[in-house]
């Protein structure tokens, strides 16, 4: 089996839960197309009633680490996914979890310099560094796992949720510069150019955009479109793929409960299957391999971020068309050149999580490429239109880690208007992350995409295959 980085085995921790849904949502779950989530969006009234107006949504990852955020994901991950009989195993409370920074990922028991709490605070309300009270000692739940330490007072968070959430904090967060994560600042670039591109074909229309883990953010947008006398609600998100999971399980439910009645819902086919959407990743693609000498053999990597088999999930049925699409798109765009392209997900595809093989991980499709004495590996991260703590962090290490790939001090991104780029060489070949779709031109094409979207329901056009189900022909 691949070696794990010690931040792969953090990020496996932190999604330990989506993991292990399969056995809970057999016995609770069923097939996408029995689940009413999925039938309800695939079902839908898509016609305009009355003055139509837009919401776009995007998950809202912070600039400045927050707390509040990642709790917010995590226990709606807890809420969507689990029964009750298994929250109440998982989400407790037994004290404030700490850890030392500098020692994130140790398995057994030290005497730590310096303890940070999910807040990032070194020390309690009294000011008393948390190494100089009474903390005890927790081994990680499995083999090459991380442990940590626990003050037992309770603070009213769940254990697991805090222990992820000084890694943000502590790793993540503190090695970009500034301490600035640019996601936000990214999607608001794109949003820019989305609303110029629906003030162009539908002048005056209300456009609002949200963050899904905001409810606040969404009750003003949805607030704002109401005053301004819409009367059908036109939602996008920015997920390439939609799942249960991320949208129609958690957020559209979210948006209907704003919305209560007072607007008519139609929900846009998911961006991914759009090719104006994908040539954003294809022209990234190009210009990489552009740069190369005409003679060098690619192996090119289309990385998602992955989700595990389970029953009652669609992301199953929408993934497909995207990733075939952009295969499709991306042989056109490569013509004449030597370059192989495979799928390939960073999460959920290792032998543990995909006994049957029946999923590439990225691992092993750089191990493939390496072997089979590709130049140039390029991985190009699909499933993301901007840099975040997934594409920056969780897909290097997680990818790379076994290679040496390591942070020895702050993220060298300083020009955040363009993608994040990786280069590292493993004996003759080089690998070559070439980050997400951001800056020009690309933002264009995604911008282009999102409106697609969003102009197929208010032109009521015909929708194009968003899934892989005989549901959506």
């Known amino acids: 089996m691949t070696s794990i980085s010690p931040v792969s085995l953090q990020r496996r921790f932190q999604f330990m839960l989506v993991a292990v849904l399969a056995v809970f949502l057999t016995a609770c779950g069923g097939d996408p197309e029995e689940s009413e989530s999925y039938i309800n969006y695939m079902g839908q009234d898509t016609s305009i009633e009355g003055k139509a107006g837009v919401l776009l949504t995007s998950m809202g990852l912070p600039e400045t680490y927050e707390f509040g955020f990642f709790d917010r994901y995590l226990h709606h991950i807890f809420d969507v996914a689990f029964p009750w009989y298994a929250k109440w195993i998982i989400m407790r409370d037994s004290g404030i979890v700490l850890r030392d920074p500098q020692s994130l990922f140790a398995s057994e028991e030290f005497k730590p310099t310096t303890l940070v709490d999910c807040y990032g605070k070194s020390s309690n309300a009294q000011g008393t560094p948390y190494t100089e009270l009474a903390v005890e000692w927790k081994p990680p739940r499995q083999e090459g796992g991380a442990g940590h330490f626990l003050l037992p007072q309770k603070n009213g968070h769940v254990d697991i949720i805090e222990k992820v959430a000084v890694k943000m904090v502590a790793l993540d967060y503190a090695k970009m510069p500034g301490k600035v994560m640019p996601t936000r600042k990214q999607q608001l670039a794109i949003d820019k150019e989305v609303a110029r591109l629906l003030a162009q074909e539908f002048p005056g229309i209300p456009f609002e955009t949200a963050f899904s883990f905001y409810p606040n953010s969404i009750e003003a947008a949805v607030s704002k479109l109401l005053a ?3 009367e059908t609600i036109v939602v996008t998100d920015v997920f390439p793929a939609y799942s249960s999971l991320e949208q129609l399980d958690s957020l ?4 209907a409960e704003t919305v209560n009645d007072r607007a008519k819902l139609v929900f846009t086919p998911n961006i991914g299957a759009f090719p104006s959407f ?3 990743y294809t022209q990234l693609a190009r210009d990489e391999v552009a740069a190369l000498p005409e003679s060098s053999r690619n192996l090119i990597i289309l990385t998602r971020h992955g989700m595990p088999e389970m029953k009652g999930e669609a992301y199953p049925l929408f993934a497909p068309v995207h990733a075939q699409g952009m295969t499709r ?3 056109e765009a490569l013509k004449g050149t030597d370059s192989k392209i495979v799928v390939a997900d960073t999460d959920f595809a290792e032998d543990d999580d995909d006994p049957d093989n029946l999923r590439l991980a990225a691992t092993e499709a750089i191990a493939m490429g390496i072997s089979e004495g590709y130049d140039h590996i390029i991985m190009v991260l699909v499933d993301f239109l901007t840099e975040n703590t997934d594409s920056i962090f969780a897909s290097r290490y997680e990818s790379l880690g076994e290679y040496g790939f390591a942070y020895e001090g702050e993220v060298p991104y300083t020009e955040q208007d363009r993608p994040y780029r990786t280069t590292m060489t493993q004996g003759k070949t080089t690998i070559i ?16 995409g999102i409106f697609d979207a969003m102009a ?3 032109r009521e056009q015909e ?8 549901t959506s022909q």
Do not use: C
């Open 228 to 230: 301004a006398g819409v």
């Open 252 to 255: 559209f439910v979210l948006i």
């Open 278 to 280: 994908r040539k954003a």
């Open 329 to 331: 798109d991306m042989t």
């Open 433 to 448: 992350v070439a980050g997400t779709p951001v800056g020009e031109p690309y933002r264009n094409h995604l911008a282009q």
């Open 456 to 458: 197929t329901v208010l």
């Open 463 to 470: 929708w194009p295959q968003v899934t892989n189900s005989l």
